[in-house]
């Protein structure tokens, strides 16, 4: 089934001079559910407005995108929030952890704004951090982790509300390429273990690899996809 499609999405940005910047320059692309997809391509050519587009964090100037079957109104900020708060995860490449805040209390945060009870709140993020191999971690912060040991707190932060999507803008961009390889392998277990779909900009051939699709973006348009 398909998950998210857009349709001939454009966005651009205007400067008062008359400059214009297309950033996406009719994009159409389909992905299914459970599907682990990277995007690649130069430095500018739209990866990240891509991603930000489907994850509500910013509107197309024009074009239409599909969660579900569901157009998204992108004028409606309520719906916007409630989809990246029930819907979507996001992982970031600088992880944004709470930096005041341990791992145990990073993972219950977005928890936090879907009213869960606090007992459950902790249950769940016991379970994730275990998930992610951070059993033992739950009161370190940040700045007692490893890169990869918090961008693997961010991945369960990220899945803390049950997701069916989850968004990582070059999520293994700040990690050393080993380091940056077992967070790839994890996320694609999360993929196939509990059927969360993935979509990651990378400029990182062995993140690039753990996907099933490839998708690749030049001067805002899809280049090719490759299964
Ligand atoms: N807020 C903004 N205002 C003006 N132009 C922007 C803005 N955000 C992005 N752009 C422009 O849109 C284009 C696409 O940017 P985008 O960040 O999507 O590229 P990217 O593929 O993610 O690049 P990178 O690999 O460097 O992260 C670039 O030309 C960029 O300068
Ligand atoms: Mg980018």
Same mark, same amino acid.
């Given at each position: 089934?398909? +998950?998210?499609?857009?349709?001939?999405?454009?966005?651009?940005?205007?400067?008062?001079?008359?400059?214009?910047?297309?950033?996406?320059?009719?994009?159409?692309?389909?992905?299914?559910?459970?599907?682990?997809?990277? +995007?690649?391509?130069?430095?500018?050519?739209?990866?990240?407005?891509?991603?930000?587009?489907?994850?509500?964090?910013?509107?197309?100037?024009?074009?239409?995108?599909?969660?579900?079957?569901?157009?998204?109104?992108?004028?409606?900020?309520?719906?916007?929030?409630?989809?990246?708060?029930?819907?979507?995860? +996001?992982?970031?490449?600088?992880?944004?952890?709470?930096?005041?805040?341990?791992?145990?209390?990073?993972?219950?945060?977005?928890?936090?704004?879907?009213?869960?009870?606090?007992?459950?709140?902790?249950?769940?993020?016991?379970?994730?951090?275990?998930?992610?191999?951070?059993?033992?971690?739950?009161?370190?912060?940040?700045?007692?982790?490893?890169?990869?040991?918090?961008?693997?707190?961010?991945?369960?932060?990220?899945?803390?509300?049950?997701?069916?999507?989850?968004?990582?803008?070059?999520?293994?961009?700040?990690?050393?390429?080993?380091?940056?390889?077992?967070?790839?392998?994890?996320?694609?277990?999360?993929?196939?273990?509990?059927?969360?779909?993935?979509?990651?900009?990378?400029?990182?051939?062995?993140?690039?690899?753990?996907?099933?699709?490839?998708?690749?973006?030049?001067?805002?348009?899809?280049?090719?996809?490759?299964?």
């Amino acid at each position: 089934m398909t +998950f998210i499609e857009t349709r001939d999405l454009e966005k651009y940005y205007t400067f008062g001079s008359g400059l214009r910047v297309d950033a996406l320059r009719g994009v159409n692309l389909k992905i299914e559910e459970g599907e682990f997809v990277s +995007f690649m391509g130069p430095s500018g050519s739209g990866k990240s407005t891509l991603l930000n587009i489907i994850g509500c964090l910013d509107k197309p100037s024009s074009g239409r995108v599909f969660i579900e079957g569901n157009e998204v109104d992108y004028r409606n900020s309520s719906s916007l929030v409630s989809l990246r708060r029930q819907t979507i995860g +996001f992982v970031f490449q600088a992880f944004n952890l709470i930096s005041t805040m341990n791992a145990m209390e990073n993972i219950c945060y977005p928890m936090h704004f879907n009213r869960i009870p606090t007992s459950r709140q902790k249950q769940r993020a016991t379970e994730l951090l275990n998930l992610v191999g951070l059993g033992d971690r739950m009161k370190h912060l940040p700045s007692e982790l490893s890169g990869g040991e918090q961008q693997r707190v961010a991945i369960a932060r990220a899945l803390a509300n049950s997701p069916r999507l989850i968004l990582a803008d070059e999520p293994t961009g700040n990690l050393d390429s080993e380091t940056g390889k077992k967070i790839a392998s994890l996320m694609r277990k999360i993929n196939q273990e509990h059927g969360v779909s993935f979509v990651v900009t990378t400029h990182d051939l062995e993140m690039a690899r753990t996907a099933d699709r490839v998708v690749k973006l030049k001067d805002g348009k899809i280049i090719s996809e490759a299964f």
